[in-house]
């Protein structure tokens, strides 16, 4: 009779401490300031920012400013590398004054073959520069050319260093499905509107919105 009465207290403790870990375990989850209608949210990236492959008003940050009813700044140049980036993001943080940066750039580092400790540096500088402007970032992991698609591993890696939130694997599902993309690299109307969909999804899970 003790030794039952013993087991169930036993296993008492042990729900009570799985609980106090899953506890603890949420409270450490990523999460963004929640945005005003006022805050300002800037896309900064490349093509699939800017939208290459469908009209303008198709692109991801303009699907996303109607979902939100928020400002979303398109600031994607096609072409654009991480160099591209670092060269300009200072200059686009003041003219623009963000409250949430979306952060999606790597994709043309990869085609020029750029290394993946050069990327990772270049994105690391990137964050910083945005952080120090007083915004949060929201990092969108980007695939590496392949036969079969996957997130190149440093975004993983760089968005764990930063402790910010990380949007994987929804584009590169997505430039994996022929009926969501343009060409071999960029999506078309349908896949910017489902890109869309899945960033204002993550914001609300994290918090912003």
Same mark, same amino acid.
């Given at each position: 009779?003790? $030794?039952?009465?013993?087991a ?44 290459? *492959?469908?009209a ?7 699907? &996303? ?13 096609p ?5 591209? *980036? ?6 686009? &943080?003041?003219? #623009? ?13 990869? $085609? ?16 910083s ?6 915004? #949060?970032?929201?990092?969108i992991?980007? @695939? ?11 975004? =993983? =890696? ?6 910010? @939130?990380?949007?994987s694997? #929804? ?19 349908? *896949? ?16 912003? $919105?």
């Open positions: 009779m003790m $030794l039952y009465i013993f169930r207290a036993l296993g008492k403790q042990l729900i009570l401490t799985t609980l106090l870990l899953a506890l603890v375990s949420c409270s450490n989850d990523k999460t963004l300031s929640p945005l005003s209608q006022s805050d300002i949210i800037l896309a900064f990236g490349d093509s699939l920012t800017y939208g290459t *492959g469908a303008r008003e198709n692109s991801y940050p303009a699907v &996303l400013a109607n979902l939100t009813n928020l400002t979303v700044i398109n600031s994607g140049i072409g654009d590398t991480t160099d591209d *980036g670092l060269n300009r993001i200072a200059s686009v &943080l003041e003219q #623009e004054q963000p409250r949430l940066v979306l952060l999606c750039l790597g994709g043309n580092d990869f $085609l020029r073959k750029k290394s993946s400790q050069s990327i990772a540096a270049n994105l690391t500088a990137l964050i520069e945005i952080q120090s402007s007083g915004a #949060e970032v929201v990092l992991a980007v @695939p590496k050319p392949a036969i079969f698609l996957s997130d190149a591993d440093l975004y =993983e =890696e760089v968005a764990r260093q930063h402790n910010i @939130p990380l949007l694997h #929804e584009l590169t599902d997505l430039l994996s499905e022929d009926d969501f993309k343009s060409d071999a690299i960029h999506l078309n109307a349908a *896949g910017y509107e489902k890109l869309a969909e899945q960033v204002h999804q993550f914001l609300i899970e994290q918090g912003a $919105l």
